[in-house]
């Protein structure tokens, strides 16, 4: 089971980069799908989360409202994180996690996801 992000970079306040998480494995349009992201010195903070294969639910921290939209791919094993009008305090290490281990459990806390990608370094500038 694997989970691969792409599509991090460095980019300028105001811009934008869409990041990529191929899964291979596993069924992962079957479960919920979360992107967080870990700023240095600082702890994992849950940014995104996409309901199962079936449903559009969507839900974002607040920081990224209005900014950053999750979708699945054509490709079910696919997610993204498309992120618009990034400012400096999005600069984070990005980290793509498959499947609540239990279906009520918390979205927000990164112990309660059974697979992670490796993650993706995202750098915006002033």
């Known amino acids: 089971v694997q989970l691969v992000e792409s599509g991090g970079g460095s980019v300028q306040a105001g811009g934008s980069l869409k990041l990529s998480c191929s899964g291979s494995g596993y069924m992962f349009n079957s479960c919920r799908m979360g992107w967080f992201r870990q700023a240095p010195g600082k702890e994992r903070e849950w940014v995104s989360l996409?309901?199962?294969?079936?449903?559009?639910?969507?839900t974002y921290t607040e920081s990224v409202k209005g900014r950053f939209t999750i979708s699945r791919g054509k490709f079910k094993n696919t997610v993204y994180l498309q992120m618009n009008s990034l400012k400096t305090e999005d600069t984070a290490v990005y980290y793509c996690?498959?499947?609540?281990?239990?279906?009520?459990?918390?979205?927000?806390?990164?112990?309660?996801?059974?697979?992670w990608g490796q993650g993706t370094q995202v750098t915006v500038s002033s």
């Open positions: 996409i309901n199962a294969d079936g449903t559009t639910t969507t």
């Open positions: 996690a498959g499947c609540l281990w239990s279906v009520d459990g918390d979205h927000t806390s990164p112990a309660n996801f059974r697979y």
